[in-house]
């Protein structure tokens, strides 16, 4: 008789739980709840991943919130914007977000950034090694060509005293820059979007000088002129410079993240309450490595 009940009891509050769940959605075969949604999404990657990301932010806010301003979160949001000017809106819809997920995901990297900075304790020898790759902001011009026979063509009629700027209009098959005289904007050592050839080439131009052969990569041939290359200086003058590329460095680093990741999480003393979820943590619990 007690047993009885008690399996009553339980299919009452069953039945009373689902009642209680909320519709997401109807169809004329019944509608989906809440629970089973819910039950559903849990057993699926990309819904492990959401809840591992909502975990993660709850403790980093608790633990840096308070050295992540809203300033900071508009000013990359603003960096963004400008990025894409008029393309802004249709940029965000192709890849599913809102101007209000994307804030919220700057805010997630920017407490991951201050998270590194916490955990990550610089060296003067790590500072060295990057000061070996450090280059300050360099601003080009570049002719871009699909020959090498039409690049030596270029660099000889400059050679003859030819302007850069009108013989980057004539020849040039870069269409973004080409009416500006082949003009790209500043990079530095940490520029990801040009090619490393095409970088030391422009590196290694003093200011004022141009390519005396043409340099290949996968776009073509390119005739580059150093428009301003600041000096080195000394390593003294860039410490924080360089601490910020080792922050970034670590920022693109899925060990050093793993390492950084597992210690937040150590610290904020997560407990899953769901046992089918309960080992949902468990690749960045029981890492054993460490930050330097």
């Not at 403790?59 to 990359?76: A, F, I, N, P, R």
């Amino acid at each position: 008789m007690k047993k009885w009940v008690l399996g009553v009891a339980g299919v009452l509050m069953t039945l009373s739980l689902a009642a209680c769940s909320k519709t997401v959605a109807t169809t004329s075969g019944g509608k989906i709840t809440e629970s089973a949604y819910y039950d559903s999404m849990k057993k699926t990657s990309s819904g492990k991943q959401i809840l591992q990301q909502m975990i993660l932010d709850k403790v980093l806010e608790k633990q840096y919130g308070d050295k992540v301003s809203d300033k900071k979160v508009t000013k990359q949001y603003n960096t963004y914007k400008s990025q894409y000017g008029s393309s802004f809106s249709s940029v965000l819809s192709q890849n599913g977000m809102t101007k209000s997920s994307l804030k919220k995901q700057i805010r997630s990297s920017l407490l991951l950034r201050e998270a590194v900075k916490a955990n990550t304790k610089i060296t003067n020898t790590q500072l060295e090694k990057q000061w070996k790759s450090y280059e300050p902001k360099t601003t080009v011009a570049h002719i871009l060509v699909a020959k090498k026979a039409t690049a030596q063509e270029v660099i000889k009629k400059l050679q003859s005293g030819g302007d850069f700027t009108k013989l980057a209009k004539e020849y040039s098959t870069d269409s973004a820059t080409k009416n500006k005289g082949g003009k790209l904007t500043a990079f530095d050592n940490t520029d990801t979007s040009l090619d490393s050839t095409f970088k030391k080439a422009a590196f290694a131009l003093k200011q004022g000088e141009y390519t005396k052969d043409p340099v290949k990569t996968s776009y073509g041939y390119h005739v580059i002129k150093s428009i301003k290359k600041p000096a080195k200086g000394k390593m003294s003058d860039h410490t924080a410079e360089l601490k910020t590329q080792i922050i970034d460095n670590k920022m693109n680093s899925s060990s050093s993240l793993q390492s950084v990741v597992s210690k937040v999480l150590k610290k904020g003393n997560v407990s899953i309450k769901d046992k089918d979820l309960k080992d949902i943590l468990s690749s960045y619990l029981s890492t054993s490595s460490s930050s330097n």
